[in-house]
């Protein structure tokens, strides 16, 4: 087979040659655009990450592809109607890091909680005072958690150590779990009311964009902090700059935001390349980005040696199988 790989670092590209030695094999270190299209024409299939969209455009230049590997949870960045109309099947890595997006997670509620950025920002300055960065601790806190999958049942499994009241919104509920893990379900406006701290799990897909949104995170609990390592389009970046600065929230700790990709590509926005709605988004990310309340890691929830392994094995196995296991379409 002819595979062409995309957003790969060097180690893993050593590690897949040495797993798929019968098969032709491109790399490219960044995610996949037309540019590319003349190298890759013939090419039976494709491992990509999220930033790598495969749009229409792309699949209708490539009319010998099979199947996509996407080593990724969430598949949001292709066109699945187009990949069933092409016959190109979709695998994913459905589970690779609950417990590392969770830590990831808990890490970030604690950098809020006990202001460590400002602390050791300040330390560095040669500055010990410490007027200003008074905490709060999170025992007796109620956490909101936003999906109970593989992740969010981490997330409340850490949670409960640190004695945090859990409270959860699913679509779907399962009192079997919540009993074993000591949780109540709650409606999402509940929710939003209650916790003292929200923290996002869920996938991302057409009911679940822009769930946090203008209309309802007036009702979020004043003074009350979100978290989100899930996708940043769950999350109206507008609403979410609205609710900090009318001290609705008074922080947030995001490890995703929407239209991550623009930040990653900048210099299309100097050259004024950007649609206009995404160039709204680049900008608010930007005051985002500034603001001493709000904590930004770059889409690092997953990024542990650990979790990558398990990544590769997953794809590799998806790849064998010609996208037949782990098929999501």
């Known amino acids: 087979m002819k595979l062409a790989f995309f957003e790969l670092e060097k180690w893993e590209q050593e590690y897949i040659k040495k797993r798929l030695k019968n098969h032709k094999l491109m790399f490219f270190d960044e995610e996949l655009s037309e540019k590319h299209i003349s190298k890759i024409k013939n090419a039976d299939g494709l491992c990509i990450f999220i930033y790598s969209e495969i749009n229409k455009k792309i699949l209708d230049q490539l009319p010998k592809l099979k199947f996509i590997s996407t080593m990724s949870t969430g598949y949001d960045h292709i066109d699945l109607i187009k990949c069933k109309e092409k016959c190109v099947r979709i695998s994913n890595v459905p589970f690779y890091g609950e417990n590392t997006v969770a830590e ?44 109970a999958g593989h992740i969010g049942q981490h997330v409340i499994k850490i949670a409960k150590a640190m004695d945090m009241k859990i409270i959860v919104y699913t679509k779907t509920q399962d009192k079997k779990l919540s009993k074993k893990l ?22 991302l897909n057409k009911g679940t964009r822009h769930m946090i949104n203008m209309n309802n995170i007036k009702k979020i609990k004043r003074g009350a902090y979100l978290v989100n390592t899930a996708r940043g389009e769950i999350i109206d970046t507008k609403a979410l700059i609205y609710a900090l600065d009318t001290n609705i929230l008074k922080g947030a700790a995001l490890d995703v935001l929407e239209g991550e990709e623009d930040l990653k590509e900048e210099r299309e926005f100097l050259r004024g390349r950007l649609h206009m709605e995404n160039m709204k988004i680049f900008l608010r990310n930007h005051l985002l980005l500034k603001d001493k309340d709000v904590i930004i890691t770059p889409h690092i929830a997953f990024y542990t040696r650990e979790a990558l392994q398990r990544i590769l094995d997953t794809t590799i196995n998806n790849i064998k199988s010609q996208g037949k296991l782990n098929r999501v379409a």
């Open 104 to 147: 990831h997670t808990i890490g970030l509620i604690l950098s809020l909680s006990k202001k460590i950025p400002q602390s050791v920002s300040r330390a560095k300055e040669d500055n010990f005072n410490i007027r200003g960065l008074e905490g709060f601790d999170v025992k007796n806190k109620t956490l909101g958690v936003i999906g």
């Open 182 to 203: 000591g949780f109540s379900y709650v409606s999402l406006d509940n929710l939003l009311k209650k916790s003292d701290v929200i923290t996002i799990h869920c996938p």
